[in-house]
């Protein structure tokens, strides 16, 4: 797919995850206990299911198709631009974001799941973390649909199905009402 571990800095940022950026050298590189092959099953799992969400299933597969295509059509680039701006942040990444961190709650064991403890720190509730970054994707859902896919509808309308739905993104709040 399109995600890379490079979408998950700053605030999106993960522990033990390898960031390497060629624009300031070396020195960027990151240490920060997600582990970048754990990261690639999320990505892999929860990026198209965000795409299968975000544009339904027929309109999804077409634009997955389409990138995937020797020569790629320019509405699919200008589609992927919309969504993955600039290589940094994108819905998608958020998406996948708070299902890592919320799958890192706990550690499975053979006794069940568990919460680890720390010596010298203490273990701090993730909630709002979690919910502004959710918050976060469903503002940049909204501008997707409102700024791109709307005034461009005529044109990827034949792409798709009437499996699309708007309502699929709903803030949240740390109380979960």
């Given amino acids: 797919m399109i995600l ?3 979408y998950f800095q700053g605030e999106l940022s993960l522990p033990n995850l390898s960031i390497k950026s060629e624009a300031v050298g070396h020195a960027s590189t990151a240490m920060q206990t997600i582990g970048e092959n754990n990261l690639n099953w999320f990505i892999d799992r929860y990026e198209k299911e965000f795409l299968y969400k975000l544009l339904g299933n027929t309109l999804s597969n077409s634009f ?3 990138l995937a295509e020797p020569t790629v059509n320019q509405i699919w680039i200008d589609m992927k631009n919309a969504i993955y701006k600039d290589g940094k942040y994108s819905p998608a990444a958020n998406y996948v974001y708070y299902w890592v961190k919320r799958d890192g709650r706990t550690q499975s064991s053979v006794d069940g799941e568990k919460i680890g403890t720390q010596n010298y720190s203490e273990i701090a509730k993730d909630a709002d973390k979690l919910v502004k ?3 976060s994707m469903c503002v940049m859902v909204i ?3 409102c700024e791109f896919l709307d005034p461009h509808w005529d044109v990827y309308k034949e792409y798709a199905g009437n499996d699309i739905r708007f309502n699929n993104f709903n803030k949240i709040n740390p109380f979960g009402i």
């Fill in 133 to 135: 970054a959710w918050n």
């Fill in 64 to 66: 997955i198709n389409g």
């Fill in 4 to 6: 890379t571990n490079t």
């Fill in 143 to 145: 501008n997707f649909y």
